[in-house]
C-alpha cells in the first residue's frame, strides 16, 4: 500500500460527458502528479501540483484541468470526453518540489469511455 | 528535452536466468534515473534510482542497474529471475531543474518455469 488513494477505481461513461477523478496523496506529502497510461501513448505526465499550486505542466489537453486543494487532495476534471481518453489515470505524491526522490503512486483510476 | 528509451517492449527468461532490461536516455544536463516496477492492476513503485555517487545502483527484490555516462544508458539487471518478476518495468528520467518523471514506453517482462 502506497499510501496514495485515487477514487473512483473504474469509470464507465460517454462521450461528450464529464467526470471527476480524485487523489489522497500519501499522508504529509505536498506534491501531487497526474498521469495518464495508456496502450497507445504509454505513461504520459499530466500536470504536477505543489502546495496547492501548479508546478509543472505536460501533456494536458485543454478539455482537462486539475485542481489542488487545501487539504491537499487533488482532483482531475476531464469533460468533452472522447474515446480516446479511455486510459488509466494514475496519481502519484512526494514530498519534494525537485523530483529527486521517489513518486509513490495509487491503483490508477480506469476511465472507459463508450 | 529529457527523453527515455526502452529496447524491447517485452523479454522472456526463464526461472533461473539472467534478466537484462534495456533503457538508454537523453539528457543535456546530468540525470536523474529511476526504475519502476508494475505489476498487474497496481500502481508504479520504485525498483531503483541514480541521482548521484556510485553509478552501481542496488534496489529491491534483487534488482540492480548501473549507469554509464559514456553510454548514456541505465540498464536493469537480476542474476536470477523469479516467477514473481513477471510484470511490467519502466525506465524514467528527471532532470534537476524541472519536477516531472519522463518515462519510457515500459518493457514486459515475462518468465517461464
Known amino acids: 500500500d502506497s499510501g496514495v488513494t485515487q477514487t473512483p477505481k473504474h469509470l464507465i461513461t460517454a462521450t461528450g460527458q464529464r467526470v471527476t477523478l480524485r487523489c489522497s496523496p500519501r499522508s504529509g506529502d505536498l506534491s501531487v502528479y497526474w498521469y495518464q497510461q495508456s496502450l497507445d501513448q504509454g505513461l504520459q505526465f499530466l500536470i504536477q501540483?505543489?502546495?496547492?499550486?501548479?508546478?509543472a505542466k505536460g501533456n494536458i489537453l485543454e478539455r482537462f484541468s486539475a485542481q489542488q486543494f487545501p487539504d491537499l487532495h487533488s482532483e482531475l476534471n476531464l469533460s468533452s470526453l472522447e474515446l480516446g481518453d479511455s486510459a488509466l489515470y494514475f496519481c502519484?505524491?512526494?514530498?519534494?518540489?525537485?523530483?529527486?526522490?521517489?513518486?509513490?503512486f495509487g491503483e490508477g483510476s480506469r476511465l472507459t469511455v463508450l | 528535452a529529457q527523453s527515455v528509451t526502452q529496447l524491447g517492449s517485452h523479454v522472456s527468461v526463464s526461472e533461473g536466468a539472467l534478466v537484462l532490461l534495456r533503457c538508454n536516455y537523453s539528457s543535456s544536463v546530468p540525470p536523474y534515473l529511476f526504475w519502476y516496477v508494475q505489476y498487474p492492476n497496481q500502481g508504479l513503485q520504485l525498483l531503483l534510482k541514480y541521482t548521484t555517487g556510485a553509478t552501481l545502483v542496488k534496489g529491491i527484490n534483487g534488482f540492480e542497474a548501473e549507469f554509464k555516462k559514456s553510454e548514456t544508458s541505465f540498464h536493469l539487471t537480476k542474476p536470477s529471475a523469479h516467477m514473481s518478476d513477471a510484470a511490467e518495468y519502466f525506465c524514467a528520467v528527471s532532470d534537476r531543474t524541472t519536477d516531472k518523471l519522463i518515462f519510457g514506453t515500459g518493457t514486459r517482462l515475462q518468465v517461464f518455469p
Open positions: 502519484a505524491s512526494s514530498a519534494r518540489v525537485a523530483n529527486t526522490g521517489e513518486l509513490f
Open positions: 501540483y505543489y502546495n496547492g499550486e501548479e508546478r
